[in-house]
């Protein structure tokens, strides 16, 4: 018995449709933080990773490509890691921080591109801590006013994720 798993017809065309649509994107999001070959590799195993799920499951198929990719970046960074410090030395970047520094982007552009009314309350929720009421207080508002605000905003950064 073969430890490989043969993914069902449907199962691969939702793979192949997702990497056809996605593929490009994820590598251009990596290429800026790591070297275009180790890039391509990523990307790689990244859509290995995503094999065992269904395409048709996956709401939100950007986050969930990055989210993925970040992984397989932090592990390859953690395997180097274990090499030790001889080889270490040899590695121009540091994975681990390539992947902050990714997430980092990505939140600062879809922060970015908030309406101002929105922004607000999410930068002082996510960002400052600030509770709903304490927002409320500071800015003048109604709680639910702050509510219905982040409620937009988080839906703003569904948009951009899966735009």
């Known amino acids: 018995m073969s ?21 490009r994107w ?8 790591v070297d275009p070959e180790q890039a391509a590799d990523v990307v790689q195993e990244t859509y290995l990773r995503a094999a065992p799920y269904s395409a048709g499951q996956i709401r939100h198929p950007r986050a969930f490509l ?8 932090r592990d390859e960074s953690r395997r180097r890691k274990r ?16 992947a902050s520094q990714v997430e980092v982007l990505m939140m600062k552009q879809v922060v970015l591109t908030m309406p101002p009314l929105y922004r607000e309350v999410f930068v002082l929720s996510r960002f400052a801590g600030m509770s709903y009421p304490e927002i409320a207080a500071a800015r003048g508002l109604s709680v639910k006013a702050v509510e219905w605000r982040m ?13």
């Open 26 to 33: 994820l590598n251009g999001r990596l290429r800026a933080h």
């Open 151 to 163: 409620s937009k905003a988080l839906q703003h950064c569904v948009e951009q994720l899966d735009g």
């Open 3 to 23: 430890d490989v798993k043969e993914l069902k017809s449907d199962a691969m065309e939702g793979l192949n449709a997702l990497y056809r649509q996605y593929s």
């Open 83 to 98: 090499r030790g410090p001889s080889e270490q030395i040899t590695e121009s970047l540091d994975l681990s921080e390539a």
């Open 66 to 73: 990055l989210r993925i990719a970040m992984n397989v970046v």
